[in-house]
């Protein structure tokens, strides 16, 4: 049996058996080694064209989701492949080799934004900007130069363009290796395609998935080309779109007499928690413990004359971005990227901020993590900043944290709100204790004995300080999360009184490595007071009575804060 070529009665078998015998009657002594040399070398081949097949795979099945990546992800058929096989079968040889070079190229450029994909979707939750993504590449290496040095900076930005370029050159090179081979096996390949192209219409039709959310029937590489195609044409005209929205303010033109007139008087303390979401309140995973603080902080604070209401905002980032958030916050307009950020500082808004200076308050920041110039601080129009560099603290470094969140407010108190004969002041801070990587978690001490941070010696683990082993980080990230939380509540028992005022609430959710896949953008928000008076004046926006929002309390975008505070604290 076997497939006959028809002239002098010869077969396809009777040459190859004819070929061998002779090989082996004609073979010179020694030339057994000689004879391996041609079968390493098609072994070699072989291997090599494998290594280009799965690499074109990968770069067209690949998910583009960090919560996607799984062994099953990549039991997929591309219809792109089918496609591009069915084309390059078809095409006359230079237009082929051009046709499979340039294809192979534009694929390695997919694959590189499929790593950006999933690198920005583990931190921020989000794929990456093309457009608009591109400075946060800077903060990036940043954080590689803190903790390796200057060298694994430089050593680490050349790796990573190295990999760039050899992504899009060997991809290149195997569908131009993949194109010869299908041309040579002509028969098999078309065969190959039509078999393939119907199990995709089947699995399509089927709707078949070997992990959720990840279709069998993949078209990922297509999709993720024409998303990004339109997330840049989105981008390019997102200065417009922002610069309309900041034209419209309603509080501009508002009389410094009719602004916070319900607050005059106060000491405002608005305090941005690192990490504090929706899911440190709600996750099965941290609710009870996270909810029992917040329970017994609710209970403790009651037994100390204070009230408290608690409600969800939507924030305009997760994983990171906190400035965004806290700009978003302030200004009242939707700040998601570095190019609004950049036109916000730039303008006159009126800020939260630059409300109460207008009222005659004091405003200060207390910004532990800055840690050099920032610029950005004249825009808010704070009347004193203090960072890293001028807030006295002499104590050990708590991994990204330079100092506990209990020396930030005990920072505050002595050196602003202690003072006799002062105005009312407004102070923003950021507690940072619960930032990534919850390496190190202080412990409360008692707070006269705080002074300069010396007394946290021993606790802390310094910047370096390796991440927890995955089975402990949820647990050190949800017990950062307690340790502020009983940080504030205590101190409102210590120092908190009768023109005391906190608004507290999370900056954005934590990146999906603690919330896992799925989890919302909302963060908690939560007014405290000893005067009745102030919650008396958001007893309309439905929120519940505490310090743990209810699961039915209204969601609002962050960016609605500024004026509905204003329009219920205004005159």
């Known amino acids: 049996m076997g497939c006959r070529v028809r002239g002098g009665g010869r077969t396809w ?27 390493r070398r098609r072994a070699a081949a072989r291997a090599v064209t494998g290594a280009a097949f799965l690499l074109v795979l990968v770069a067209l099945v690949a998910p583009a989701e960090f919560a996607r990546l799984a062994p099953g992800a990549f039991v997929r058929v591309p219809i792109e492949g089918v496609a591009g096989v069915a084309l390059i079968l078809v095409l ?3 237009a082929r080799r051009y046709a499979a070079g340039a294809a192979g190229a534009v694929l390695g450029l997919l694959l590189v934004l499929k790593v950006l994909d999933i690198g920005f979707d583990a931190v921020l939750v989000r794929p990456f900007d093309l457009v608009l993504d591109w400075p946060l590449l800077g903060p990036a290496v940043e954080f590689v130069k803190e903790s390796s040095g200057q060298a694994g900076a430089v050593a680490a930005a050349v790796l990573a363009v190295v990999l760039a370029v050899g992504a899009v050159v060997l991809t290149a090179l195997s569908t131009l290796r993949l194109s010869g081979v299908a041309v040579r096996h002509r028969r098999s390949a078309s065969c190959a395609a039509g078999v393939l192209g119907t199990v995709w219409l089947a699995c ?11 279709p069998v029937a993949s078209r990922s590489a297509a999709v993720l080309a024409y998303d990004h195609a339109r997330q840049v044409r989105t981008s390019l005209n997102d200065r417009e779109e922002f610069a309309r929205a900041a034209a419209v303010d309603r509080f501009r033109g508002t009389p410094s007499g009719k602004l916070l007139t319900g607050l005059r008087g106060k000491d405002v303390v608005l305090a941005f928690v690192e990490s504090y979401g929706r899911s440190a309140v709600e996750s099965p995973e941290y609710a009870p413990q996270v ?41 009242g307009l939707w700040v998601n990227n570095q190019q609004r950020y950049r ?12 409300a109460f200076h207008r009222a005659d308050s004091r405003t200060v920041a207390l910004m532990p ?66 930032h990534a990587p919850w390496a190190s ?41 307690e340790y502020t939380l009983n940080t504030l509540v205590s101190y409102l028992e210590t120092y908190g009184d009768k023109d005391t005022v906190l608004v507290f609430l999370g900056d954005h959710q934590p990146a999906p490595l603690i919330t896992g896949p799925g989890a919302s953008r909302d963060v908690p928000i939560t007014i405290v007071a000893k005067d009745g008076a102030v919650l008396d004046r958001i007893s309309g926006w439905g929120w519940q009575d505490g310090l743990r929002p209810g699961r039915e309390t209204p969601v609002w975008p962050m960016s609605a804060f500024r004026d509905r505070f204003l329009t219920a604290f205004g005159g």
């Open 369 to 434: 993590a800055i840690t050099r110039a920032w610029p950005e601080a004249s825009f808010y129009g704070y009347d004193k900043v203090y960072d890293d560099r001028n807030l006295g603290y002499r104590g050990p470094r708590f991994s990204f944290a330079t100092m506990p969140d209990q020396y930030t407010l005990s920072t505050l108190q002595r050196t602003e709100l202690a003072k006799d004969d002062r105005a009312p002041v407004m102070a923003e801070t950021a507690l940072v204790s619960s």
């Open 204 to 214: 399509a039709a089927l709707g078949a998935q070997f992990v959720h959310g990840v």
């Open 441 to 481: 978690v202080p412990r409360l001490v008692p707070w006269e004995q705080v002074g300069d941070g010396s007394v946290f010696n021993g606790m802390g683990k310094g910047y370096d300080a390796p991440w927890p082993a995955p089975g402990r980080i949820r647990a050190e990230y949800r017990a950062s999360i």
């Open 92 to 94: 006359p040889a230079r």
């Open 13 to 39: 078998e009777d040459d190859l058996t004819t070929d061998s015998r002779l090989e082996r009657i004609t073979e010179p002594t020694g030339a057994g080694e000689a004879g391996e040399r041609p079968r």
């Open 291 to 331: 909810g029992a603080v917040l329970d017994e902080g609710t209970r403790r604070l009651g037994k100390a004359g204070f009230f408290a209401r608690s409600g969800w905002l939507t924030s305009s980032t997760a994983g990171g971005g906190s400035w965004l958030a806290h700009a978003t916050l302030l200004s």
């Open 343 to 354: 036109a916000l500082v730039n303008s006159d808004r009126l800020t939260l901020n630059g």
